[in-house]
């Protein structure tokens, strides 16, 4: 197969398993960046990665394989998201955040500096992640 696939269903957990149960890990394209989108040069966007319009990455992420980022979505400096993690309308991962595959943080969500979230964790729409710092 020559195809390359863009997984753009916005929850992680139903895009992965889409991914992964039709074989596709290793078709995934190039990412796909919105022109419209500001990327800092030193972020790190693995294959499958989707930013949308208006969405910022700044220095130092890293996106991992299938992570969306949709529009307006903003993702703070040296931030690592895991493996088809979503990013939706005008939520914010602050600083310094680690953030588990398959995981979501809700429309106008917001996850403070510095915390770590687990796996498969969801911060609701318009909720703020305040707890477990990596300290």
């Known amino acids: 197969m020559d195809a390359r696939v863009v ?11 889409v991914i992964t149960r039709d074989g596709l890990e290793s078709y995934l394209a190039r990412p796909v ?8 040069p030193t972020a790190e ?6 930013v949308m319009a208006g969405a910022k990455v700044c220095a ?3 996106l991992g394989p299938a992570t969306l980022v949709s529009y307006n979505g903003f993702v703070g400096h040296g931030s690592t998201l895991g ?5 939706m309308p005008n939520a914010s991962v602050c600083g310094d955040v680690i953030v588990g595959d398959l ?3 809700g429309a106008n969500g917001c996850v ?3 915390r770590v979230l687990a796996a498969r964790s969801v ?3 318009g909720s703020t992640f305040r707890s477990a710092n990596s300290e």
Request: charged share 15%.
């Open 7 to 17: 997984p753009a269903i916005g929850y992680p957990v139903p895009r992965w398993t």
């Open 83 to 87: 493996t088809s993690v979503s990013v």
């Open 33 to 40: 960046v919105s022109p419209d989108a500001r990327v800092h």
């Open 60 to 62: 130092g992420v890293r």
């Open 123 to 125: 911060v609701p729409a």
């Open 45 to 50: 966007l693995a294959e499958g990665v989707v």
């Open 103 to 105: 995981s979501l943080v």
């Open 112 to 114: 403070l500096e510095e």
